[in-house]
């Protein structure tokens, strides 16, 4: 019979059952190596008899935990091949896996055992609850009913607080970013109004050269009784003059009965253009009766007619001026020379045809004139009688178009400046001021009586000279 067989024990306690216990003394010599004296006897398995038998070579030692495992020769000469031992795991990473699984094992076991709870009887009234297909399903250990009665909780709508650092200024949401199209618009803006303010600066160089302020003084203090006429003929040359490039040329019509000052505005403006110019080439004045006579022929006015405004106006192109052409008595300038006129103002023409003033000083419409300052001349004493006599003045200019264009089809695009009749007082004033320029004192009382000698027409109570300041120069000169 086997006595009790002793095992050996893992550092955890565990038995391994394959392993014989051998004592820690022969397992410190087995370490040591044999000894000078001959090998160290190998004992085996206890036998029943109580004797130790030596343990070959080939065979493991019991007890070595160390050692490799090798196939072991049991004691009795039979060899029976032998299973190895397990190794024992780690206990830091196997022990508690091991736990985790057995514990999930037993829940497995005790939801399975559990009984299915008693079936409860449906209540007829009350609506069975209406599961959502898409909501998800989670398991409790309620069952059914129990999670059927359950109030269905309303989620409240947390607003989120908006929370700003103590140490740092509060500002408010930004706003939209601006996009950079709207930054591009605004410069763009800029631009074009920055161009636009540069060419009115422009413009006001261009007119400052002809110094359009000054003339409007001189021709107001020089010209009597004249005061919308001259103030029309200022505003057409401003308006032309602002700029150098044109379209086609400026032509201004004066119109009125003789005596009223055309002549005088004539001479007053081309004086004005050789100081402002500084260029007596760029003035041409041009007198019907003294350049083109009636014995001569009117081929030969026109050939010389059109040979000067080339010049003049070839010598502006150069300078990059605006001259000035001044035609006088143009009443009496033949069809020839009209035709000429006509073809010098078409925008068919080159470029320095279009930068010219033509003044065309007639006595053409004189009649007309006489009669609407007749018809008129009681709005002048009123207070609410110039809007009146505006609208009348346009009337005016209306009708003269009209008339003049029947005569010749170059007053097509002329500007109609009227040259009213004159008041005694105008005319007294132009004797004072011929008086002064001939050396004489301007005594108010001996104006008078010169300008008593001459005829007027008599309406309203108020005096037009017949004649204006025609007789002025001939009468001082008698003096």
Known sequence: M?????????????????LRLVPVSRQRAALRGPRSGGDIPREGPSRPGGSLQPIPPSCCREGDLHAKRRPCTMDRGQSSPEPPAPVAPSPSVIAPVRAVVRLRHQVRLLRKRRPPPPAVAPDPGAAAPRVHQEQPQFFTFDGPVERASRPARKRRRRSRLVLYPETSRKFGPRAERQSRAQRCLLLLVAIVGFQVLNAIENLDDNALRYDLDGLEKAL???????????????????????????????????????????????RLL???????????????QYHARHHCPEPRAAAGCRQELARRVADVLARAEAEEKTPLLVLDDAELLPPALLDELHGLLQPQRPPRFHNAVYV????????EVTRFVLQNASRAGRADGAEELRAAEEELRSSLHTLLVRQHPLWEAAAIVPFLLLDKRDVVNCFRDEMAGEGFFPEQARAELLAAELSYYRVAGREFAVTGCKQVVAAVNLL
């Open 2 to 18: 086997r006595g009790p067989e002793r095992f050996a024990l893992g550092p955890r306690g565990e038995a391994f059952p394959g």
């Open 270 to 284: 081309a004086r004005h253009f050789r100081a402002v110019l500084e260029d007596g080439a760029l003035v041409l």
């Open 220 to 266: 107001q203090r020089a010209v009597f009784g004249q005061p919308a006429a001259v103030g029309r003929l200022v505003a057409l040359l401003r308006d032309y003059l602002a700029t150098h490039v044109h379209s086609r040329p400026l032509l201004l019509a004066l119109h009125g009965p003789s005596g009223v000052g055309k002549s005088h505005v004539g």
């Open 360 to 367: 065309l000083l007639s006595g053409a419409g004189g009649a």
